[in-house]
């Protein structure tokens, strides 16, 4: 295992955060920094995102696309991911996180606007992710199966593992129940959820997302403002972390970097691929609309939640015994500073971010395979194979199904990069198509394939 550990680290540190940064860098530049230059019409088009544009009663809606896509990114990532952040690549990883963040948001726009752009009609649903851009954008079908296999196995299996297995951790902390029947039940309402479908995954996440996320905000926001003294001292000890003259001598410097853009990108998962599956549902009257709105989820992601978990971390947790890591070091970090009944808010908190990923991470999966062969049985199968997965994934070491997290996301990330960045002239010529039509003083942008005459093609099927 520690062989196996050695050579995952080795591949982060020497090729995925170098492929990360200089990807993400050249979407920031190829888009003219759209996360920030069009940040106002971001949230502009969040706001309006509530009406699904073709009438239908069955489709989904643009906000429903972005909370189950929410719902993926915000889960243990974002509690237990950045507490291991804090502990192998210290203070500094926060600021490198954050880094990633502002940039990986470009690259999430890019690669939404491509599943848009590229989706397909399925029923009365659309249906799209990776799998359909590198099919019919670059004319792979090998290509795009083999990332459809990687695509289940990764977000529908591995990831959802590691939700599962954290969920197991934090009861037991909590609540003294055994990881078996946390995997019971986490199997039990998989079933319920899953077996609906995508309009019943996206009706329970858009319920789940914000009354999660408000509770928790809530309450490390009453945290850091009865602490607010202490904030100038955080920040200048995570800047001192990320750039420190100590740091740089000890090599610190070198694991916050790659400790942030890892764990930072578990978190938003921004070009891995997942996102695009739930954007590419929605319907809406311009590709880059739901670009936007992606972009924006890596904000909410990283910029808040994970920030949240990170100042409760260094006011609560400075006198942390060394051994404790992971979920519980978060626990601690709160109990600490508001009492035991924290390690019962975390333990509930852990288990609806972490439940909310593993459904919406459900369809992901299911779009994948319905790529592959749409056949109903193939469909069902997968949903009891990772249902039973996602059980066992509660029970097995924490080491091993963080290794293998990694270990998938390599392999996802770089197929997924290396193909955006091919596509990734298309969505240019989409943004300057929807900056145009702003210009001439339309309100909501529509886009028809016929403006573009390098999209006028008939693997364009939905515009």
Same mark, same amino acid.
């Given at each position: 295992?520690?062989?196996?550990?050695?050579?995952?680290?080795?591949?982060?540190?020497?090729?995925?955060?170098?492929?990360?940064?200089?990807?993400?860098?050249?979407?920031?530049?190829?888009?003219?920094?759209?996360?920030?230059?069009?940040?106002? =019409?971001?949230?502009?088009?969040?706001?309006?995102?509530?009406?699904?544009? +073709?009438?239908?009663?069955?489709?989904?809606?643009? *906000?429903?696309?972005?909370?189950? /896509?929410?719902?993926?990114?915000? !889960?243990?990532?974002?509690?237990?991911?950045?507490?291991?952040?804090?502990?192998?690549?210290?203070?500094?990883?926060? #600021?490198?996180?954050?880094?990633?963040?502002?940039?990986?948001?470009?690259?999430?726009?890019?690669?939404?606007?491509?599943?848009?752009?590229?989706?397909?009609?399925? !029923?009365?649903?659309?249906?799209?992710?990776?799998?359909?851009?590198?099919?019919? !954008?670059?004319? /792979?079908?090998?290509?795009?199966?083999?990332?459809?296999?990687? +695509?289940?196995?990764?977000? /529908?299996?591995?990831?959802?593992?590691?939700?599962?297995?954290?969920?197991?951790? @934090? @009861?037991? =902390?909590?609540?003294?129940?055994?990881?078996?029947?946390?995997? *019971?039940?986490?199997?039990?309402?998989?079933?319920?959820?899953?077996?609906?479908?995508?309009?019943?995954?996206?009706?329970?996440?858009?319920?789940?997302?914000?009354?999660? &996320? #408000?509770?928790?905000?809530?309450?490390?926001?009453?945290?850091?403002?009865?602490?607010?003294?202490?904030?100038?001292?955080?920040?200048?000890?995570?800047?001192?972390?990320?750039?420190?003259?100590?740091?740089?001598?000890?090599?610190?410097?070198?694991? &916050?970097?790659?400790?942030?853009?890892?764990?930072?990108?578990? /978190?938003?998962?921004?070009?891995?691929?997942?996102?695009?599956?739930?954007?590419?549902?929605?319907?809406?009257?311009?590709?880059?609309?739901?670009?936007?709105?992606?972009?924006?989820?890596? #904000?909410?992601?990283?910029?808040?939640?994970?920030?949240?978990?990170?100042?409760?971390? #260094?006011?609560?947790?400075?006198?942390?015994?060394?051994? *404790? =890591?992971?979920? &519980?070091?978060?626990?601690?970090?709160?109990?600490?500073?508001?009492?035991?009944?924290?390690?019962?808010?975390?333990?509930?908190?852990?288990?609806?971010?972490?439940?909310?990923?593993?459904?919406?991470?459900?369809?992901?999966? =299911?779009?994948?395979?319905?790529?592959?062969?749409?056949?109903?049985?193939?469909?069902?199968?997968?949903?009891?194979?990772?249902?039973?997965?996602?059980? &066992?994934?509660?029970?097995?070491?924490?080491?091993?199904?963080?290794?293998?997290?990694?270990?998938?996301?390599?392999?996802?990330?770089?197929?997924?990069?290396?193909?955006?960045?091919?596509?990734?002239?298309?969505?240019?010529?989409?943004?300057?198509?929807?900056?145009?039509?702003?210009?001439?003083?339309?309100?909501?942008?529509?886009?028809?394939?016929?403006?573009?005459?390098?999209?006028?093609?008939?693997?364009?099927?939905?515009?």
């Amino acid at each position: 295992m520690e062989l196996f550990s050695s050579v995952i680290d080795f591949l982060w540190n020497y090729l995925m955060v170098e492929v990360m940064v200089v990807l993400a860098l050249w979407f920031t530049i190829k888009t003219k920094a759209v996360q920030i230059t069009m940040l106002p =019409e971001m949230l502009r088009t969040l706001k309006g995102t509530t009406q699904k544009q +073709s009438g239908e009663n069955r489709t989904i809606s643009s *906000i429903e696309a972005f909370l189950m /896509s929410l719902a993926s990114r915000v !889960g243990v990532g974002n509690l237990a991911g950045v507490a291991l952040a804090i502990t192998m690549g210290g203070p500094g990883a926060i #600021f490198w996180m954050w880094m990633m963040a502002i940039l990986n948001s470009a690259t999430s726009f890019v690669e939404s606007t491509l599943a848009q752009l590229y989706k397909s009609k399925d !029923g009365n649903f659309f249906i799209g992710g990776p799998a359909y851009y590198i099919n019919k !954008g670059l004319k /792979s079908k090998t290509w795009a199966i083999v990332v459809a296999i990687l +695509s289940v196995f990764t977000f /529908s299996f591995i990831i959802c593992s590691v939700q599962s297995n954290t969920i197991a951790l @934090s @009861s037991e =902390e909590a609540f003294g129940v055994a990881p078996l029947w946390s995997a *019971i039940i986490i199997g039990v309402l998989m079933a319920l959820t899953i077996f609906g479908g995508v309009g019943r995954v996206a009706k329970v996440t858009s319920m789940l997302v914000p009354l999660m &996320a #408000f509770a928790y905000i809530l309450v490390v926001l009453c945290i850091v403002l009865a602490n607010i003294n202490q904030i100038p001292t955080i920040l200048k000890m995570i800047i001192d972390s990320a750039f420190g003259i100590n740091q740089v001598v000890a090599g610190g410097v070198g694991a &916050a970097i790659m400790m942030g853009v890892k764990r930072g990108l578990f /978190s938003n998962e921004a070009g891995m691929g997942s996102a695009p599956n739930a954007a590419a549902t929605a319907d809406v009257k311009h590709p880059v609309n739901q670009g936007f709105v992606q972009a924006m989820g890596v #904000f909410v992601d990283t910029l808040l939640i994970c920030s949240c978990t990170a100042f409760m971390i #260094f006011i609560g947790a400075a006198d942390a015994p060394e051994n *404790i =890591e992971g979920i &519980a070091l978060t626990q601690y970090a709160l109990s600490s500073t508001t009492g035991a009944w924290a390690y019962h808010f975390i333990a509930i908190i852990v288990f609806f971010f972490g439940f909310s990923t593993c459904i919406s991470n459900s369809y992901y999966g =299911e779009a994948n395979i319905r790529f592959i062969k749409d056949n109903n049985l193939l469909v069902n199968i997968f949903r009891v194979l990772m249902i039973l997965i996602v059980m &066992a994934g509660a029970v097995v070491p924490l080491d091993v199904v963080w290794a293998m997290a990694d270990l998938f996301m390599i392999f996802i990330v770089l197929i997924n990069m290396l193909s955006i960045t091919k596509l990734g002239k298309y969505t240019y010529l989409l943004l300057t198509d929807y900056k145009a039509q702003r210009k001439e003083g339309i309100v909501v942008p529509i886009f028809k394939k016929s403006r573009i005459k390098e999209l006028d093609t008939p693997d364009i099927e939905c515009w």
